[in-house]
């Protein structure tokens, strides 16, 4: 019923930057809140960044200062700019969304399929 599409992931040298970008589709009545995590191999997933339908933006403490979130509210969608980026910034990438479902109340919690971020040193 609701589909997250995610695109941008790849591999990067150390200090590059990449963008990532999600799509929200299908019977969506209203996205909430939109953010990233991530899982790096034999890690937990971890909160990236998130972001408001009201804009308001929260990063962990990792990625401050070098990652920016930002949606379109219309075009459902949240992208992820990723600059300076490190080798520990590999992982997969996740989409997720906070979404009511058209012709219901309750809010439900969707993720994307994941994309790989590789960063070489």
């Known amino acids: 019923q609701v589909q997250l599409v995610e695109s941008g992931g790849g591999l990067v040298q150390a200090g590059g930057a990449l963008r990532l970008s999600c799509a929200v589709s299908g019977s969506v009545f209203r996205v909430n809140d939109m953010g990233w995590y991530r899982q790096a191999p034999g890690k937990q997933r971890e909160l990236v960044s998130v972001i408001t339908s009201g804009g308001i933006t929260n990063y962990a403490d990792s990625v401050k200062g070098r990652f920016t979130i930002s949606r379109d509210n219309a075009k459902r969608t949240v992208d992820l700019q990723m600059t300076s980026l490190k080798p520990e910034d590999t992982a997969v990438y996740y989409c997720?969304?906070?979404?009511?479902?058209?012709?219901?109340?309750?809010?439900?919690?969707?993720w994307g399929q994941g994309t790989q971020v590789t960063v070489s040193s």
């Open positions: 997720n969304a906070l979404v009511v479902v058209m012709f219901r109340r309750d809010e439900y919690e969707y």
